[in-house]
């Protein structure tokens, strides 16, 4: 957003001091009202001034495209170097990034919030096959992204899920399934192997009964 305030025209010399000081406030009383109004215009979604440009948008987009569409190579492609970058090793992040397609996730980026020096703040919702069978709106929760010279060099937040869903499902496998559920599932909400989405799949039309029932 680039504003330019110019002093208008038309407070010439012969114009008395009460003149020109009236004048001066008129236009700075009016110049305010056109910052304030352009600022109302670029608050984004979140809540906050939107000042992030649009290829760290796409960026953004494209890390939640590729890390929840299955695509670990493509995801990994937008990361910063190993040596910079913090988050799990690649062999768990692999493993999450195969649970999340399995389970048909899909994220939208709704609202960010720039948080300087390089960070956003960004609503994401989030659901996947659990939201489905049930017929549940998506979660949303706000995660932090960290760019670097192009590239994702962290994300920091919840583990995006719906946790409701999550913990019925939790509530549901331990209650019939113990043993089988504590062997295919890492202790939730963390990354999960494909093993865990394998199980969740096998159970899933016998949960989605057993939930609309316990959370009607």
Known sequence: MSLVLVEPEGLSAPESRTHRTAGRRHWISAAIIGIVAAATLAIGEGGGLDLMSSSERRLIEAHLDTWYGGDFEAASALRAEQKLRTGPTDERARAEVRYQAALKATTDLLGCEALPPSTFRCDVSYSNVLNVAVGKAPAVMAQQFGIEDGRILFVAGPYLEDEL???SFRRFAV????VD??????DEPTLQPLECADFKLAHLEDWASWHQIEYS
């Open 165 to 167: 869903l999550t913990d």
């Open 175 to 178: 209650l019939l399934f113990p």
């Open 181 to 186: 559920y504590e062997e295919s599932c890492s």
